[in-house]
């Protein structure tokens, strides 16, 4: 008995001695107040349940990204197009050995074994499986499972985490913990071997930025042509209004990108091109498709909701360049779906969070652990397009600054590439996704009303100042464009997304511009309660293209639609355009856009008309020079040729 005693209070001083002295942590990511959307449900989850836990690596150089993107796209640099191998660009910013060593140490010190911890290939990540117990006690943090107050989904999540002050510097961000990436499934939807419930991720999906058209105006007997573009938008109407060639065969390449269960329709698009009269045979689809993480064309589920985007995106981009192809990057199983860093991981090896099979982490988990999932993940599986559209976004409050400044970056290092990255801009003026806005200044704490009064709702990527931000505008009403005539910011179904960011600094690419604009046309109505007024925040869009009345087809019938999500894929189809002539002249692809762009301001239709209301407000207004709705305005193409035909 003594002995026993004696033996365990031993046992005890040794365990005693070998823990190290509790080293000063630090708050690394916290939300400021409890989102609306979410509610912590009270059940006690098991301190022994095990969940992947990824550690985002502090990359090197990153300081310096911008100045490198500027050298290789800045009109006035002697290196411009001059774009950097994918080996450059990862050895630049690969994490020091320093960082990585530094945060192994600080797990093997907490007692996390090194041989349950791997590195990513990429050396970007640090992964390991814990216990809830042990993540808690390392992340000085507590995880509960909070409910999502529209889809009834359940996520592990924390409020804030912390780390040693040394090792701060050195981590970028910790998943899961407050990114609401890690959802819990129903137990009777998810079981393992044994037939114990096991936790798995379920991604938040990007939100299309496309609209239907309220009055379902019927088409079957309209007559389309030059006369009626303020009603019904064609390609035909496109070429006119932005002087475009017809399309041509060339050596460019061009995709859009679609999130599956969103899926085109062969017979839709062959059926737009039959009525409008465009010389492209029925069958012609997009190619390359590049199906990512399990992505396919799904027709279990048809109509505006699943086949409006894709349809629209397809429609138009090979409408105006065919017989040019244009590719298609379909994202997403049909099980598990697929966020932005799933697309990303696809093009980038070394942005890719899943290495070794096996580790679910950010974003859609894959390989994926339901049934009927894809049992593979594509990570630097496909080479980037040189300009790729994405008319799908996030609210830049939906999601953390660590995390959108870590696929920021991305964006730059797609740039530096030498690929144009283009985005959507909203499809609800100052207002977010389903015309929210936000309830807190700087809309602290991601918490939304439902859009008559509170703060901006700026858009998410297009508050990366490293994509190409395109807004939408529209025919103004009773005019043919036979005639080349000014357009309108779009006001028609939708009002074009823009306003300034709350989480990236103004780049100085656009500073002339947007500084033009506060100098000439500050809102005054408008204070620090309702927007970033610091004029030194990040302003978006940057250029525009049209957004109303697009006439496709969904599900057999001819409709309108209406979105930002019509003048990205268009926009990128005029860059696809000058790469083709570049390619031709034996240059490279223009890659990078915005510092081009805004040095040459004239290239593009000023648009001096309309504003972009909501959260109770007119929004910004449409005025002479760069504005928070139309950018610098809608394509001169003759003008950009020229311009980005006179760069080397
Ligand atoms: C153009 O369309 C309008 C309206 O559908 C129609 O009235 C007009 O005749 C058409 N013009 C031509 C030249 O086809
Ligand atoms: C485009 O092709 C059509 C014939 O399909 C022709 O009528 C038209 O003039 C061409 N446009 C341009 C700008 O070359
Ligand atoms: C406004 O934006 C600037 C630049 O990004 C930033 O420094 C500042 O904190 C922002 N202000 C608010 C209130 O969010
Ligand atoms: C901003 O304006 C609103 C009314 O538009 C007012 O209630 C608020 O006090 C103002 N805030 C500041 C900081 O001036």
Redesign the pocket.
């Known amino acids: 008995m003594k002995v026993s005693v004696l033996a365990t209070l031993t046992v005890l001083a040794v365990c005693v001695s070998a823990v190290p002295a509790p080293v000063p942590h630090v708050v690394h990511e916290k939300r400021s107040t409890q989102m609306q959307k979410w509610s912590r449900r009270d059940v006690k989850l098991s301190r022994d349940t095990i969940i992947p836990v990824s550690i985002g690596l502090a990359q090197s150089n990153l300081d310096n990204g911008y100045d490198f993107l500027m050298d290789v796209s800045h009109p006035g640099s002697p290196n411009f197009g001059k774009h950097w191998s994918t080996e450059k660009i990862k050895q630049t910013f690969a994490p020091s050995k320093d960082t990585i060593a530094a945060v192994k140490s600080w797990l093997i010190d907490t007692g996390i074994d090194s041989d349950r911890i791997t590195l990513s290939k990429s050396m970007t990540w640090v992964k390991f499986d814990a216990t809830i117990g042990e993540a808690e006690s390392l992340l000085k943090t507590e995880y509960n499972v909070y409910t999502h107050a529209t889809t009834g989904d359940d996520f592990l999540a924390v409020e804030e985490y912390s780390v040693p002050a040394h090792v701060q510097d050195k981590i970028d961000f910790i998943t899961p913990t407050v990114h609401f990436d890690l959802a819990v499934k129903s137990k009777s939807k998810r079981t393992d071997l044994e037939g114990r419930a096991v936790e798995t991720i379920k991604t938040k999906r990007p939100i299309p930025q496309i609209q239907p058209d309220p009055l379902r105006v019927p088409l079957s007997s309209?007559?389309f042509?030059l006369?009626?573009c303020d009603r019904y938008i064609t390609p035909e109407c496109l070429q006119t209004l932005y002087q475009l060639p017809n399309g041509t065969a060339g050596a460019a390449t061009y995709s859009v990108v679609e999130y599956t269960p969103q899926t085109y329709i062969q017979s839709d698009l062959d059926l737009v091109f039959k009525t409008l009269g465009l010389p492209i045979p029925a069958g012609t689809g997009p190619s390359p498709i590049d199906f990512i993480d399990g992505a396919v064309l799904q027709f279990q589920e048809e109509g505006f909701n699943v086949n409006g985007e894709s349809n629209l995106d397809l429609t138009y981009a090979i409408g105006l360049l065919y017989p040019q192809n244009v590719g298609l990057y379909q994202v997403g199983d049909l099980v598990e779906g697929a966020s932005f860093n799933n697309f990303l991981d696809a093009l980038d090896a070394s942005y890719c969070t899943y290495e070794g099979g096996d580790d679910p982490t950010e974003d859609g988990v894959y390989p994926d652990p339901y049934p009927g999932g894809y049992t593979k993940q594509d990570c630097g599986t496909v080479a980037p397009a040189q300009v790729i559209s994405t008319s799908y976004g996030y609210n830049e409050a939906d999601l953390t600054a660590f995390y959108e400044q870590r696929q920021c970056n991305e964006y730059m290092k797609l740039g530096l590439a030498g690929v144009s990255v283009l985005y959507s801009s909203g499809d609800y003026g100052v207002a977010g996704n389903g015309g929210k806005c936000c309830v807190n200044p700087g809309c602290a704490g991601g918490e939304y009303n439902n859009g008559g009064s509170g703060s901006f709702n700026p858009s998410f990527p297009s508050t990366c100042p490293y994509v190409t931000s395109v807004g939408a505008t529209q025919v103004k009403h009773d005019y043919s464009v036979t005639a080349t005539k000014p357009e309108a910011a779009c006001e028609t179904v939708i009002y074009s997304g823009g306003g300034f960011s709350n989480v990236f600094p103004m780049p100085a690419y656009q500073a002339d511009a947007v500084g033009f604009y506060f100098t000439h046309h500050t809102p005054d109505q408008y204070n620090s309660t309702i927007y970033n007024d610091s004029q030194k925040a990040r302003g978006f869009p940057d250029v525009s293209a049209n957004g109303a009345n697009y006439v496709i087809a969904v599900d057999g019938t001819l409709s309108l639609v209406y979105g930002t999500s019509a003048s990205s894929p268009v926009f990128g189809s005029v860059v696809t355009m000058i790469n083709n002539e570049r390619l031709a002249a034996g240059k490279g692809p223009v890659g990078f856009l915005n510092p081009t762009l805004y040095a040459n301001p004239s290239a593009l239709n000023d648009i001096t008309l309309g504003d972009n209301q909501g959260c109770g407000t007119q929004g910004f207004r449409a005025v002479k020079g760069w504005d928070p709705l139309t950018g610098l305005g809608t394509p001169n193409y003759p003008a950009l040729l020229e311009v980005f035909m006179a760069l080397p």
Do not use: D
Request: net charge positive; charged share 20%.
């Open positions: 309209v007559k042509n006369t009626n």
